[in-house]
Nanobody
Framework: QVQLVESGGGLVQAGGSLRLSCILSGGTFSDYAMGWFRQAPGKEREFVAAITRNDGRTYYADSVKGRFTISRDNAKDTIDLQMDSLKPEDTAVYYC?????????????????WGQGTQVTVSS
């Protein structure tokens, strides 16, 4: 059974940086496209970033483009989300997700497995 575990969340001041990591176990990491989503209090879960399985193409939500960077290490079975220039509106629980076959990288239904989430809080 595939499992995803996120780490790296925390409290940071506006303008600061955080790096989230997610490790996949129980499956072949290189078989999966990967994504990050987030859910703020009282809001629906939304797409943040995604990366393809092999060629490393990346996709970003407009709200994080130029500030966040997604990357993957197929040797370590991990993906990272480098978050710079953080804003209070980035405060949310961040979830890692894995997709065996993408139909739409920004849609939750494309993903087969989800982590438990890690809290990111940005203070103003």
């Amino acid at each position: 059974q595939v499992q995803l575990v996120e780490s790296g969340g925390g409290l940071v001041q506006a303008g600061g940086s955080l790096r989230l990591s997610c490790i996949l176990s129980g499956g072949t990491f290189s078989d999966y496209a990967m994504g990050w989503f987030r859910q703020a209090p009282g809001k629906e879960r939304e797409f943040v970033a995604a990366i393809t399985r092999n060629d490393g193409r990346t996709y970003y939500a407009d709200s994080v483009k130029g500030r966040f960077t997604i990357s993957r290490d197929n040797a370590k079975d991990t993906i990272d989300l480098q978050m710079d220039s953080l804003k209070p509106e980035d405060t949310a629980v961040y979830y890692c997700a894995a997709a065996r076959w993408w139909s739409a990288f920004s849609k939750q239904y494309s993903y087969d497995y989800w982590g438990q989430g890690t809290q990111v809080t940005v203070s103003s």
